[in-house]
């Protein structure tokens, strides 16, 4: 069975930072594309970021470039978000979501976690 | 970016209706080489993660009821419930992965009549 359990999430200053994790198991995580998505409160869906299994390509929203950085551990079944210089808009649900097909980019996801909560508040 | 937009940002049908939700990309997401158009669609439920119903524009996921059907190609898009069901009460997106940035549509209420 897949399960994507995400932790890290809690309350932030603007300008802090934060490190999401998302811990996988029940697939071969090294071969899937994996992404963070994101959900501010009563507001739609937001793809964050992807990184590429077989070769850690990161890619990113232009409103997170330069702030937080995608990356994985393929040996512990994780994936990670470091974000840092953290802004009012960037409180949302993170979610971790798993790339429908293997050996790909990023397409539709099959699997997400339950997410974790980002407030960033003064 | 590809901007998707959907159609009506809030529905409401009645039990055994049809419901039908529209996709509209602001450029083609059919890719030429596989003739495939790169569009997902989601429920979520409140409280829960989105959960995928629908890729490549009109495959069904495993397990997702048959009611559900999608269609489409190049820009626009369309997800139909046949026969509304209590449980189908959600937000549907669509999804865009022609591209980077994947971009979702901004998300169609659905409610009981």
């Known amino acids: 069975e897949v399960q994507l359990l995400e932790s890290g999430g809690g309350s932030v200053q603007p300008g802090g930072s934060l490190r999401l994790s998302c811990a996988a198991s029940?697939?071969?995580?090294?071969?899937?594309?994996m992404s963070w998505v994101r959900q501010a409160p009563g507001k739609g869906l937001e793809w964050v970021a992807g990184?590429?299994?077989?070769?850690?390509?990161?890619y990113y929203v232009d409103s997170v470039k330069g702030r937080f950085t995608i990356s994985r551990d393929n040996s512990q079944n994780t994936l990670y978000l470091e974000m840092n210089s953290l802004r009012l808009e960037d409180t949302a649900v993170y979610y971790c979501?798993?790339?429908?097909?293997?050996?790909?980019?990023?397409?539709?996801?099959?699997?997400w976690g339950q997410g974790t909560l980002v407030t960033v508040s003064s | 970016d590809i901007v998707m937009t959907q159609s009506p940002d809030s529905l409401a049908v009645s039990l055994g209706e049809r419901a039908t939700i529209n996709c509209k990309s602001s450029?083609?997401?059919?890719?030429?080489?596989?003739?495939?158009?790169?569009l997902a669609w989601y429920q979520q439920k409140p409280g829960q993660p989105p959960k995928v119903l629908i890729y490549?524009?009109?495959t069904r996921e495993s397990g997702v009821p048959d009611r559900f059907t999608a269609s489409g190609s190049g820009t626009d898009f369309t997800l139909t419930i046949s026969s509304l069901q209590a449980e189908d009460v959600a937000v549907y997106y669509c999804q865009q992965y022609y591209s980077s940035p994947s971009t979702f549509g901004q998300g169609t209420k659905l409610e009981i009549k």
């Open positions: 029940g697939f071969t995580f090294s071969i899937y594309t």
């Open positions: 450029q083609s997401i059919l890719y030429s080489a596989n003739n495939k158009n790169f």
């Open positions: 979501a798993k790339d429908g097909t293997p050996l790909v980019g990023i397409e539709w996801f099959d699997y």
């Open positions: 990184i590429t299994g077989s070769d850690n390509a990161a």
């Open positions: 490549w524009a009109s």
